[in-house]
């Protein structure tokens, strides 16, 4: 289960905004990789949901969740 959910938009370059306070509280910084899971509940017709997180914090994957894609990411400046 994770700590906190939100809602970003995603810009025309595929980049997501996270706000400074919340970077800052889960070790989020500028030039660091992140790890991105699309995830999707199993037998429900729910979108899809992302979740980052740092290479050294892996989060729980429920029986109920369906991993759909992983990929790696950077975190830029902006």
Do not use: W
């Not at 970003?8 to 306070?21: A, N």
């Not at 199993?42 to 980052?52: A, E, N, Q, S, Y």
């Not at 894609?69 to 830029?76: E, F, I, N, S, Y």
């Amino acid at each position: 289960m994770a700590l906190m959910r939100g809602f970003s938009k995603v810009d025309e370059e595929g980049r997501i905004t996270i706000p400074d306070d919340i970077a800052k509280f889960s070790g989020i910084y500028p030039g660091q990789r992140v790890y991105l899971i699309v995830l999707r509940i199993k037998g429900t017709g729910r979108f899809p949901h992302l979740v980052i997180h740092r290479p050294d914090n892996i989060p729980y994957v429920s029986m109920l969740e369906l991993i759909m894609k992983r990929a790696l990411g950077r975190v830029d400046e902006q």
